[in-house]
């Protein structure tokens, strides 16, 4: 019954994620874990023999840094690559280079997960001013609509699905095992569609960074079941220290 594979790849721990400040949009680059993990996750595909034939990736350097070398890894460095504004991270809004400890002392842990987690609140809009908005930035100039100030969860579900149900279904559907390289809340998002998980229930879903998650699809592009992490334990452990990020 299953007919095709779709895996799904957070990007390796960033400069921002070390550092523990909401990143959003924020153009950070991975550390030298991040590069490890990203490897590694390349090398349990391989491990798998589960090799992409095509990679799409979001505009941020910490997902394209994540495809490359995940793909060096699994010896597919040569696959064709797409890229997409419609992949990126949520837009933080004006929680952009805020930190994350310093924001959940200052609004409590209501409005911060709120804000973190919820399906519909987005955080207060980044003003266009603001040295972590992205407006003006070369990137964006063909992008459907102006760059956003900020987006809830719901927003980035609105901007993905057209690009999933577009360009990546079209390449599932023409065989082609495709790799996803993307970001925590834009796969959550991707997560949310897949499983059909409620909005309520999406607050608690997190992902690890650096681990493939697999999808096997039926010809309807339905998942024939949940994801399943390369490495379980490595995924619920990161899984975990997401979910508890600024509390530490
Ligand atoms: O800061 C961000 O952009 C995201 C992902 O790193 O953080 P969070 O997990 O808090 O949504």
Redesign the pocket.
């Known amino acids: 019954m299953t007919e095709h594979t779709l895996i799904l790849l957070r990007h390796g721990q960033?400069d921002?994620?070390e550092k523990n400040?909401?990143?959003?949009w924020?153009d950070v680059r991975l550390t030298d874990k991040g590069r490890q993990e990203a490897a590694r996750g390349g090398e349990l595909l391989a491990e798998e023999g589960i090799l992409p034939d095509v990679v799409h990736t979001s505009l941020l350097t910490r997902a394209i840094q994540t495809a490359n070398l995940a793909l060096d890894a699994a010896d597919r460095a040569w696959i064709p690559v797409h890229r997409s504004w419609r992949l990126n991270?949520?837009h933080?809004g004006d929680?952009?280079g805020k930190d994350?400890a310093q924001t959940l002392e200052e609004y409590g842990e209501e409005q911060f997960m709120l804000w973190?987690?919820s399906f519909d609140v987005p955080p207060p809009e980044i003003s266009a001013d603001n040295a972590y908005s992205q407006v003006g930035d070369p990137r964006y100039d063909g992008i459907d609509g102006d760059v956003p100030a900020t987006e809830c969860l719901k927003d980035v579900i609105d901007r993905f699905l057209p690009y999933w149900e577009g360009p990546i279904s079209d390449d599932i559907r023409a065989g082609r095992t495709v790799l996803i390289a993307a970001?925590?809340?834009s796969l959550r998002a991707l997560v949310k569609h897949l499983e059909g998980i409620s909005d309520d229930d999406i607050a608690s879903l997190?992902i690890p960074t650096g681990i493939p998650l697999v999808y096997r699809l039926d010809a309807d592009l339905q998942a024939t079941g949940p994801g399943q992490y390369l490495d379980p334990e490595a995924a619920a452990a990161g899984a975990a220290a997401?979910a508890s990020?600024?509390k530490a």
């Open positions: 960033s921002w994620n400040l909401f990143t959003g924020v991270e949520r933080y929680l952009q994350k973190r987690r970001h925590g809340n997190n997401v990020q600024g």
